[in-house]
């Protein structure tokens, strides 16, 4: 059961409105942690536009994916591994894909590369070394790739929290958490 209110998508105008039409519109429906936060307009702003800005970025939707699921299950959140699998699949990622970025691991250097920084990311509560940053970069990324990195991270602690802290009720098909 949530902590917080799940917003009513029928009591909002203006604005509020418009985001959670957008939302809709992406998803066939509201999903709850957009409910949850939803309840400022702000928080609701913030967090659906840091999702538009990042489906701009260079690092494409299966690799920020693949992120989002490794940073749910260092978070330890339930709802976020469960819709970013899902989302994962959409954009063109096997199940056993998703699965191995859970647990930090994949087929090629590159998104290992990348994996180990966010995991450094979170796990460091964003203290980490010129050796993590030198290392991702040595694998291929340059700094505008390494920022969206960064930036995919605290788009998606900023929604583990919002799920763990709130109690969301998970609204995808559960995904078990690797411990």
Known sequence: M????????QETTGSHKKTFEQIEKAFGKVP?????????????ESMWGAFGALSKGKL????GEKI???VADLNRCEYCL?????LGGKAGATPA?????????ASDARTQAVLIF??????ARGQISDADVASVKSAGFNE???AEILAHVALNVFTNYTNNAFGVPVDFPQVPLRN
């Open 2 to 9: 949530s902590r917080i209110n799940l917003k009513n998508t």
């Open 32 to 44: 709850n942690m957009f409910l949850a936060i939803g309840n400022s307009s702000a928080a609701l």
């Open 60 to 63: 494409g939707a299966k690799l």
């Open 68 to 70: 989002a699921v490794h």
């Open 82 to 86: 469960a819709a970013h699998t899902v």
């Open 97 to 105: 894909e998703m699965k191995a970025a859970q647990a930090g691991e």
């Open 118 to 123: 966010a995991g450094r990311l979170v796990q």
């Open 144 to 146: 505008e790739e390494v």
